[in-house]
């Protein structure tokens, strides 16, 4: 028997096609994997940017409760201070309100607290006063609610004149 010779196409590949072959995956490769990253990237800024948020909302929403139970007393009345720090606005605002949930310890201590919201540096700062009565600030608790704030502006309503005002 005469056996016929190889055709050339049943011999294998050619080294341009192995070399063109593992270009173009190297190319579909990197696509999907730079898609992949910018992707990753996005998604990260989009968490960032909703904690942020929701550091933004949580803080409003403490000084709005406690701005609504403020109280007006006229030995304890609201104070307000425009300030200033690195030409960004750093107010400063004082004020009574009633404890969310009072503890009576000793015939000394009062159902309200006092709360002093500040900037400083660039952190929003809550102070608060449990005791009133106390002669030490070891009853003063402190809390950072939010950094890298660039301005705390804080505005008044005149009921009389009906407008805003800075101080």
């Known amino acids: 028997m005469f056996s016929e010779p190889p055709l050339l196409s049943e011999r294998g590949f050619?080294?341009?096609?192995?070399l063109l072959a593992t270009a173009l995956v190297a190319v579909i490769a990197t696509m999907v994997?730079?898609?992949?990253?910018?992707?990753?990237?996005?998604i990260d800024q989009a968490r960032d940017a909703a904690s942020?948020?929701?550091?933004m909302r949580s803080t409003l929403r403490?000084?709005?409760e406690e701005l609504t139970a403020?109280?007006?007393?006229?030995?304890?009345?609201w104070v307000g201070i425009?300030?200033?720090r690195d030409g960004q606005p750093a107010d400063t605002i004082a004020f009574l309100t009633l404890k969310r949930f009072p503890v009576v310890q000793s015939g000394l201590e009062t159902e309200y607290i006092r709360i002093v919201y500040t900037r400083e540096d660039n952190r929003l700062v809550r102070y608060a006063k449990n005791n009133l009565y106390g002669l030490n600030d070891e009853t003063v608790e402190r809390i950072e609610l939010a950094t890298d704030v660039k301005g705390f502006n804080l505005r008044y309503f005149d009921g009389l004149g009906n407008i805003w005002s800075d101080q």
């Not at 942020?52 to 550091?55: L, M, R």
Request: net charge negative; aromatic share 4%.
């Open 82 to 84: 425009d300030g200033q």
């Open 14 to 18: 050619t080294l341009v096609e192995v």
């Open 70 to 77: 403020g109280l007006s007393i006229s030995t304890a009345p």
């Open 33 to 42: 994997f730079s898609s992949l990253q910018l992707s990753t990237v996005a």
């Open 62 to 64: 403490i000084m709005m």
């Open 52 to 55: 942020h948020d929701q550091v």
